[in-house]
């Protein structure tokens, strides 16, 4: 069984799987003195505060395709399991 948490120790592998998808990574700091990441492969650009965010970004496009973005239905059934407190209630 393996364990990995989001640390320190991964955002090096982050950069190197990035890379090893052959995305060209460029590391930005903002004027507001904030450390951005950017990946750009055929046109596409995914940015974040960290490797391992935007390698998550990328995943993500992978996985879902075009349509990556969360719909009405999707987003709904996100909150009724995660967040069941945040709902109004169905007698209001």
């Not at 190197?16 to 990946?39: D, H, M, N, P, T």
Request: charged share 25%; hydrophobic share 35%.
């Amino acid at each position: 069984m393996s364990h990995i948490t989001a640390a320190g120790n991964v955002e090096v592998p982050a950069y190197l799987a990035l890379g090893q998808l052959g995305f060209k990574i460029e590391r930005r700091i903002l004027e507001s003195g904030v450390e951005w990441w950017i990946a750009r492969k055929h046109g596409e650009e995914f940015s974040a505060g960290s490797p391992l965010e935007v390698l998550g970004l990328c995943l993500m496009r992978t996985t879902r395709g075009d349509a990556w973005k969360a719909t009405d239905d999707e987003i709904n059934s996100y909150l009724r399991t995660y967040y069941p407190d945040s709902l109004p209630s169905e007698q209001e």
